[in-house]
């Protein structure tokens, strides 16, 4: 009787632990090294012109290779980010937008793991409209 009483109370912390894990948050998840840009790159300016025709595109860009990570709505909480040790981070956050666009459209270019480099995916124009409809994101919330 000890044997499955022992079991039971084995069996039933493991089901806690899979319970608990699976309602980590995405802005749970320690945030991985810094990642900043250097002062060149984070002094770009986008060449694309902020309009709704541009963050559309950029959207439906945003959406094709970086929603699957990101989240619908920017906040690092997309399905593969759950298999993602670190954050994912959040688009919609303080500290997210303090960054400027050129640094955001570095990041995009350059990548760093587990987030890949998107300079010979996505042309020029299509990474600076993911910059501008990541920065519309804040007025989504």
Known sequence: MKTVNRMALIMGA????????????????PKGLP??????????????????????EGKTIYNQNCKSCHGVKGLGDGEKSKKI?????????AEFLKESEGAIYWKITEGRKPMPSFSEKLTDTERWKVVLYIRSMKNEK
């Open 14 to 29: 493991g089901m806690a632990m899979l319970l608990f894990a699976g309602n980590v948050s995405a802005q749970d998840k």
């Open 35 to 56: 990642w900043d840009a250097s002062a060149a790159n984070a002094s770009v300016k986008s060449p694309v012109k902020s309009d709704a025709a541009g963050i559309a």
């Open 85 to 93: 040790d670190i954050s994912c981070g959040n688009f919609t956050a």
